[in-house]
Every structure is written in C-alpha cells, then in structure tokens.
C-alpha cells in the first residue's frame, strides 16, 4: 500500500492551495510544484490501480462513516483505469506547459498552475467518488475551474467563450442537481451502490424523469449533442495545453459519469438505445461540422466531440465487447488528441485566431513536430498500424456481434470524413510551399514540449504495434463496468 | 387535504415556480447580468426544493440532546440541509465567476447586451 485513493484528490487540492503562499516566497516553486504533484499522482495512480487488479477493488471509507451513509471513493480496475490515465496526461500537459508564460509575467503562471491543478483534482473526484452529490461537487470544481481556464487570455474572445461555457454549465449543473433531489426524494440514499440496489423500488415514472435530468446534468462535460454548442470555442479560445487537458482529462470524466449512471444507478443491461442515439447524433453532427472549419482548434475540437459520440455508441451496445471498445476507444482518444492539440499549438504559435491555412509549408520550417502532428492525424483516423486503428476495429466488431450494420456503416463512412479533413490539413502542412505572408512565423518549441510529445507519439505506436500490452487492463476495467452486482456487493458488503 | 401536504405543496409549487421565471429569464433576457439573475434565481428554486424534501410537521433538529432522546421519529432529515448549504457555496462561487466574466466583457465590448457581444457564433 503506497497510499490512499483519498490522496489523488486532496494533495492537488492542497496544492492549489499552497501554490499562491509558496510562490510569494520563490516564484520557480509554482511552476515545479504542480509537476512534483502530478507525478506523485501518476506513480500512486498506477501502484493503487496493479494492485487493484491483483487483489480487487479498493473501497476507502472517508472519516470512519461506512458505505451508505458516508461518502466512500471506489478504485476498482475500471475506475483506476481512468484515474491512471487521467493522472498521466495531467503530468504531460504540465510537462509541456512547465515555461507557460515564462518570460511575460509570474501571476499569468501562477492561475494557470492553481486552475490545472482544480481541474485534475475534481476530473478525478468525478471517478472515484462513489457518491452522487459528491459528483456533482467535483463536477462544479471542474466547471469553475475549465470556465477560469478558458477566459485565459484578456485579449481575445476568451471570455465570450468562457461565458457560453459558464450559462450552459451551471443550468446543467441544476439540471444535475434536480435528478439527485428526484432520486433522494424517492429512495432516501446518495450513495450510488445503494441507489443502483434499491433502483427497481422506485417509481417508473420518476425513474425516467431522474435520467432525463442526469443526461442533461452531465451531458455539458460529456459534449452529447446539443450540449456541446461551448466546445469548439471553449477549445479554441483557451490556451493550446488547456485545450489538451479538456480533451485528455476532462471529457473522460465526462463520458465516465454518464456511462456510470447508466451503467450502475440506473441498472440498465443490454443495449441502450438512447446511448446509440445519443451518440451517433453527435458523431454526425460533429464530424460533417469538422469538415467546414477553417480554424484548426476548432477543427480539432469537433472531431473531439464526434470521438465522444463514437464512445457513447459502444457504450450503448450494451455488450462487454462494445464496452470493451469503448474504453479502448477512450484510452486511444486520450493520448492522440492532446498529442494533436499540443503539436497544433506549436505549430499555430501565437497566433489570435489559428486558421489552417496559417500552417502552410510549415513542414519545412518545423519538421518534426509536423511528423509528430500527422502521425497524430493518421493515428485518431484510425489507419492501421497506429492505435487509432485497433479501437475502431474493436467497435466494428462489436457492433458486427450484435448484427448492427447501420452502426457499421455510419462508422466506417463518418472514418471517411474523418480521413478527409484530416488529409487536408497535412496535405496543407506538408505539399504546399511555406508562404510567408500566410505563414506563421516559425519558433523553436521547448524541449520540455517536444518530450511530452514525443512521449505522447510513443505510446501511440506502441499500442498500434503492440495493443495487447494495454487490452488485458481494458478487458477487466470493461468487466467492472459490467458487472453492476460485484459493485453494490463491494460497496456495501462491508456495511451489512 | 391536512396543512402538511398543504405547505409540501406550496413549497414545491413555488420552488418550480422559481426554477421557471429563472429559466425564463436566462433564455429570453438579453441583458448579461439578468442572465446571472436568472442563474441565481433557478438556484434559490433549488435550494427551497431541496429544503422542501425534508420537511416534517413540528419537526425538531436532528440533535439528540438531553430531554429529546426519543425525538428521532419528530427529526427533519439533516441531510438535504448539508445538500443545501453546499450547493449554496457553489452557487456562490459560479457567481462570482460569472460577474467577473461580465466585468471582463464589459470591457473588451463596452456594451453588457448579449446581442452586440457575438465575435464567436452563438
């Protein structure tokens, strides 16, 4: 035992605290103490979670109060699964962000620093909590923290985003906050393992009302259509390193509190239809939208959502193979979007608006975080032998068990779209001539930012080469999620 | 009809009553700091729903103290009172960042109507 589940959310929450304090004394310690901190979290992450997987789920009761009347944290193998991820991109996008604003000003730094510390503290919150109202407050923490990150910089529309965000947030946080009072009204309880055994006690009809409010409550930090209207500003308007960590941090917790709601509160087994709808909706809107931008975050942040709308798809099966893809799915997104985000943000250095005909020829003046970008591209297009291309698989043949060729098709044509404009912004980054006029004015990238990348880069083919080094963690974290009775009988087994 | 369900009722119907004006208002308003208004006002809307939920005719406090040892069945339930104050801590906070948006806002379009503010599209 290295240590407690409870550690992953109070010592980032304790920096946040301690980073303003410490920083009046020496101002380097903001910038290296959130580093020190995430890779603490990673290295307790990955300890807590193989041991998990050795000998079962950890259930860490908070101030002596057993399961279903304190608030308990759940590391189980899918749980861990996440938070390990989570923890890990984390420490990358504070790897590549470690001389944010070095040379402009300390307070800048500063914020950030305090705001990406919140924003992981509470992404993790959201997992591991095993208590309904507890999840909303992490989600409150993320959102607080995610609109103070987008309003970043002063000069730009930053604030307009930040405050579409912020309108939509909060009124689906009382959406969020209705469902908890329709479910405690009816059953007495937040805990979500007593919630997901006394589920059929409650009246059908306030059931459906709780899942309808517990849709819209989370569907903001999921980006289900039509929540997601904040994204591609949000992701554009924001520094590039926060736009990586909303895509490699964020939008997991997201996904993860809507499949656990339906998943485990809600008791669902078998397919979900409004999952499948859901998700391919937003998969068709978001992917034919990515074809008409012209700036490439917001590109890149539409093809973020349609990936969310692939995940909830695979979720929606129903069937451990579609859940078993969708993780894959979500793991694979992690690592190749923030990869992309980070790469584009060197390449489009500086610029206010990040258009894509900006990086013309840009191949040529920064070489290697182009190959970098394009191996990112072709890797989330799903073109073998990259990552990308084993988790799309994985949700073909899921679909294909449970006879769904109208899934089958709509992926493999929305593969095509995605392949397309993808293909046209390295076609632009790497067969055009670097024009100066449209340009922009090349820099060197850190070296800080370049071995994130190459890290991020890393990973990617080692899944594509290797992809059974990651399946076996899938295939249980997909079990877990599965397998609602082992969660009620682990959380509450200890109580009764 | 006895007073209990009486008041249960006037305090759900109200607190959906707040919930709609605020809905209303931060969907039809085109003044930023109505729309915080109306944010703040589906919260107060909330809050009484939450409050509403735990109600019991004379009820006492949920402290056992010398004099009341049996008062358990007489007790309101304290958990939808610690719900409300920590939704009332956030809503506060949502606020503030709110505000402080707007302050931002204002400054970089010198107008607080939402119609003039549409660099990105909406």
């Known amino acids: 035992m290295v240590g407690s589940p409870v550690f992953l959310i109070a010592i980032p929450l304790l920096a946040a605290f301690l980073i303003p304090l410490l920083g009046m004394v020496w101002k380097e310690s903001v910038r290296i103490i959130p580093g020190l901190v995430l890779a603490y979290l990673t290295f307790l992450s990955a300890n807590l979670y193989l041991e998990v997987i050795d000998s079962g789920t950890i259930v860490e009761t908070i101030a002596g109060w057993q399961a279903p009347w304190g608030i308990n944290l759940v590391f189980s193998p899918l749980t861990g699964f996440l938070a390990t991820i989570m923890t890990f991109m984390g420490f990358i996008v504070w790897l590549y962000s470690y001389r944010f604003k070095s040379n402009v000003e300390f307070e800048a730094a500063k914020k950030y620093f305090i705001f990406l510390m919140l924003l992981v503290a509470g992404s993790i919150g959201i997992v591991i909590t095993g208590d309904i109202f507890n999840q909303f407050v992490f989600i409150e923490i993320v959102g607080i923290s995610a609109y103070a990150l987008t309003a970043f910089y002063t000069g730009r529309n930053s604030a307009e985003a930040a405050f579409k965000y912020l309108i939509m947030g909060s009124l689906s946080a009382s959406a969020l906050l209705i469902a908890i009072i329709i479910v405690y009204s009816q059953l007495g309880t937040l805990n979500m393992a007593e919630i997901a055994a006394n589920i059929d006690n409650m009246d059908p009809q306030y059931r459906v009302i709780a899942m309808i409010f517990f849709i819209i409550g989370i569907g903001v930090e999921a980006e289900i259509f039509p929540l997601n209207g904040w994204a591609p500003d949000a992701y554009t308007e924001a520094p590039g390193p926060v736009g990586g960590a909303f895509a490699g941090i964020v939008v997991k917790a997201g996904i993860y509190a809507m499949v656990r709601m339906m998943f485990t509160l809600f008791n669902i087994s078998g397919p979900m239809q409004i999952l499948i709808v859901i998700g391919l909706v937003t998969l068709i809107i978001a992917e034919t939208s990515a074809m008409r931008q012209v700036k490439l975050k917001r590109m890149l942040a539409y093809s973020s959502i349609g990936q969310m709308g692939l995940v909830l798809v695979a979720f929606g099966m129903g069937t451990e193979a579609g859940v078993f893809a969708a993780l894959f799915l979500m793991l694979n997104h992690a690592i190749i979007k923030p990869l992309l985000f980070l790469s584009g943000s060197f390449l489009t250095f500086n610029t206010t608006d990040k258009y894509i005909k900006q990086i013309t020829g840009m191949a040529k003046k920064m070489p290697v975080v182009s190959v970098l970008f394009a191996l990112g591209a072709l890797a989330i297009s799903g073109l073998p032998p990259f990552s990308g291309f084993w988790s799309k698989l994985s949700v073909l043949t899921a679909a294909a068990d449970e006879n769904l060729m109208l899934i089958i098709a709509l992926v493999l044509i929305i593969s095509v779209v995605e392949i397309v404009y993808y293909f046209r912004v390295i076609n632009r980054l790497f067969f055009f001539e670097y024009d100066e006029k449209i340009s922009v004015e090349p820099h060197k990238p850190g070296i800080n930012g370049m071995i994130a990348l190459f890290v991020l880069a890393g990973l990617i083919l080692l899944i594509g080469f290797y992809p059974a080094s990651v399946t076996g963690y899938i295939d249980l974290a997909a079990k877990d999620l599965i397998n609602t009775h082992e969660y009620i009988d682990k959380v509450l087994g200890m109580a009764f | ?122």
Request: proline residues 3%.
């Open chain 2, 1 to 122: 009809m006895d007073t209990t369900e009486l008041i249960r009722l006037g305090v759900y119907g109200t607190s959906i009553l707040l919930i709609l004006i605020g809905l209303y208002a931060v969907l039809t308003k085109r003044s930023l700091i109505k729309i915080i208004i109306g944010l703040s006002i589906i919260d107060g809307g909330i809050h009484l729903l939450l409050i509403g939920i735990g109600y019991i005719k004379d009820g006492t406090a949920p402290i056992f103290s010398p004099g009341s040892e049996n008062a358990a069945a007489r007790m309101v339930d304290p958990v939808p009172q610690a719900l409300v104050l920590t939704a009332i801590v956030i809503g506060f906070g949502v606020t503030a960042v709110a505000l402080s948006l707007i302050i931002r806002l204002y400054r970089h379009h010198n107008t607080l109507k939402i119609d003039e503010i549409k660099n990105l599209k909406w």
